[in-house]
């Protein structure tokens, strides 16, 4: 079966074409983030005009470098939400008449089980059951994943995702958006253990998380030593991923070892973030625990997770209606 998918959660207007549950055809993404850095993060308005703009050559470019025509197409897959709705509605309604034209079954994507999903494009791809943490700008949820469909959420943040508080401390570094790929090549050249920020792990058992504390905590030490040079700013840096990358391995290997995975996923844009995985990779090896991450293209927000994920979808039946629409908020993670 080949599949069409589209995201436009966020700021990233993307197309690709999968065939099977695995095989990427094409991946296309156009990248709205020099639109928005002025502005320090995501104008949601700026980003509906502008996946407006790019669907049309976006789904053309996937569907030429896959060396298809519209026929070839079996199914349509778009994300449904989370995400900003006048962004998704671009998406969703051009897929949502790409299928109906066609006569095609259309499945409505969770965008976090799209992430999940990415794992399963990677190489080599973790066998059932794993934990997967998905680590974006929007959430930080770890789940327990038994097959290509079934999905259990362990925990998530109780206030600012990861790549939330990585944007947020760029900020107060005066880095600038997104912060995540600046913080990580600043930490490089600072040491972690000059200032130690908190670490919140909640209570025992709870794979929940929280960061909003250590957000705040940077802000507070910045506040009352202000940052003299770039050797300053590396140290909060890296010392603020070390806090993080702490949080982040802790909770993995303990809801790991709870169910007795041997392996853990880790994908969405703070994946991209080559220390954390390798911090991770060494931790888990201690516990003979596997780690893998998708290739950098795979991090962040892109349409051929999308499309395997719905691939699967079709598959199962759990196609979406003309009457479908999408949603902000991820209440109900199979809706
Ligand atoms: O998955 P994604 O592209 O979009 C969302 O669904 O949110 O994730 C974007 C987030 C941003 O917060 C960005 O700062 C973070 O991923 N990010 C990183 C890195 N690259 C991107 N965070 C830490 N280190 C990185 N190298
Ligand atoms: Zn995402």
Redo the contacts with the bound molecule.
């Keep these: 079966m080949i599949v069409l998918g589209i995201e436009s959660s ?1 700021d990233e207007t993307a197309a690709a074409v999968v065939d099977g549950y695995d095989r990427v055809l094409s991946s296309v993404i156009a990248s709205q983030v020099d639109a928005h850095r002025p502005y320090g993060g995501v104008v949601p308005e700026l980003a509906s005009r502008m996946h407006v703009e790019a669907i049309t050559p976006v789904v053309t470019r996937a569907m030429d470098k896959a060396g298809l025509l519209i026929q070839d197409i079996d199914g349509v897959a778009a994300t449904r939400g989370p995400g900003l709705v006048g962004a998704l509605l671009v998406g969703f309604s051009f897929a949502k008449a790409f299928a109906w034209a066609r006569h095609l079954p259309f499945a409505g994507v969770n ?1 976090l089980e799209a992430h999940i999903h990415s794992l399963l494009l990677t190489r080599p791809a973790p066998e059932f059951p794993f934990i997967a943490l998905v680590v ?3 959430h930080t949820n770890i789940y327990h994943v038994f097959s290509d469909n079934r999905f259990e959420l362990m925990g998530q943040t109780r206030d600012d995702a990861a ?2 508080a ?2 947020k401390v760029a900020k107060t570094l005066g880095l600038g958006y ?4 600046g ?2 090549a600043l930490a490089k050249k600072g040491d972690p253990g000059d200032i130690v920020f908190p670490r919140s792990l909640l209570e025992k058992g709870s794979f929940d998380f929280s960061f909003s504390g250590l957000k705040s905590a940077v802000a507070r030490y910045v506040h009352e030593h202000p940052l003299q040079s770039h050797e300053d700013k590396a140290r909060v840096a890296a010392a603020f991923q070390s806090a993080v990358i702490d949080v982040v391995c802790e909770k993995l290997l303990a809801a790991a070892r709870s169910r007795s995975c041997r392996q853990i996923g880790i994908s ?3 994946a ?2 080559q220390t954390l995985v390798a911090a991770l990779t060494r931790r888990a090896a201690r516990h003979r625990i596997r780690v893998m991450a998708p290739p950098v293209s795979l991090c ?2 892109n349409a051929a997770m999308v499309a395997a994920r719905g691939a699967v979808m079709i598959r199962d039946g759990q196609t979406c209606g003309l009457d479908h629409d999408v949603f902000s908020r991820a209440l109900n993670l199979s809706a």
């Design positions: 966020c965008h974006s700008g929007g790549g939330e990585f944007d997104p912060g995540g790929p913080i990580e969405g844009g703070v991209a973030n962040g927000d």
